[in-house]
């Protein structure tokens, strides 16, 4: 009866559970942020399966650039934090990844001296900073979610740990592990990634939001 059944939904069309399931979840929301040109933009184009293009917000605001990649299940954005950019301007990166259910971290080893200020922004993303003339709460990342910290190094990994060690991401009381990628290897950034789609796979089972 089983393959009866099977064959018709083969005829007319008719998805399995299995597969509808698939193709009609929605994607995964994920940011990936960083200090400018610590790598975000390699990231993005590793994992993007579509056409990568500018990501807009608000309708008007070039705030940086998103791709997709289905076969992960993830909506992917890319923005640049830190510098001296005006308050609404942070506002604005803010609110590109206030929404998402995780985030990819990129840090760059080759430039330490920028880890103390990416240690502030990461800050930032958690508890929000002030903003002159801004009365609403300032946007931060969702509490809860995964965050992948993968560290572009060209080196000895131990060093890229240090690196890590040093944005004391512990103290933020988030979700976070590290990995070490070598510089422009898309292999390695596929790989890390599916920690935190396993991770991803597990907080929709555990909030009941996965039917069978």
């Given at each position: 009866?089983?393959?009866?059944?099977?064959?018709?939904?083969?005829?007319?069309?008719?998805?399995?559970?299995?597969?509808?399931?698939?193709?009609?979840?929605?994607?995964?929301?994920?940011?990936?942020?960083?200090?400018?040109?610590?790598?975000?933009?390699?990231?993005?184009?590793?994992?993007?399966?579509?056409?990568?293009r500018?990501?807009?917000?608000?309708?008007?605001?070039?705030?940086?650039?998103?791709?997709?990649?289905?076969?992960?299940?993830?909506?992917?954005?890319?923005?640049?934090?830190?510098?001296?950019?005006?308050?609404?301007?942070?506002?604005?990166?803010?609110?590109?990844?206030?929404?998402?259910?995780?985030?990819?971290?990129?840090?760059?080893?080759?430039?330490?001296?920028?880890?103390?200020?990416?240690r502030?922004?990461?800050?930032?993303?958690?508890?929000?900073?002030?903003?002159?003339?801004?009365?609403?709460?300032?946007?931060?990342a969702?509490?809860?979610?995964?965050?992948?910290?993968?560290?572009?190094?060209?080196?000895?990994?131990?060093?890229?740990?240090?690196?890590?060690?040093?944005?004391?991401?512990?103290?933020?009381?988030?979700?976070?592990?590290?990995?070490?990628?070598?510089?422009?290897?898309?292999?390695?950034?596929?790989?890390?990634?599916s920690?935190?789609?396993?991770?991803?796979?597990?907080?929709?089972?555990?909030?009941?939001?996965?039917?069978i």
């Open positions: 009866m089983s393959s009866f059944l099977s064959r018709l939904r083969a005829l007319f069309g008719v998805p399995t559970s299995s597969s509808s399931s698939l193709n009609t979840r929605p994607l995964t929301q994920v940011a990936i942020i960083g200090l400018f040109g610590a790598g975000q933009r390699t990231v993005l184009e590793h994992l993007s399966e579509t056409p990568i500018p990501y807009i917000l608000q309708g008007r605001h070039h705030i940086g650039e998103e791709g997709s990649s289905p076969s992960l299940g993830l909506a992917l954005r890319m923005v640049d934090v830190g510098g001296d950019a005006p308050g609404r301007w942070h506002v604005l990166t803010a609110q590109s990844y206030a929404d998402v259910d995780a985030l990819i971290v990129v840090v760059d080893v080759a430039d330490p001296i920028t880890l103390d200020e990416l502030e922004e990461l800050g930032r993303v958690v508890r929000g900073r002030r903003v002159q003339g801004r009365t609403e709460p300032f946007p931060v969702k509490p809860g979610i995964p965050w992948l910290v993968l560290v572009m190094f060209k080196g000895e990994v131990v060093i890229a740990r240090e690196q890590v060690a040093a944005l004391r991401l512990d103290e933020l009381g988030v979700d976070w592990v590290f990995r070490p990628v070598a510089a422009r290897n898309g292999k390695d950034i596929k790989q890390s990634v920690w935190l789609t396993k991770r991803l796979e597990e907080n929709i089972k555990s909030s009941g939001k996965e039917k």
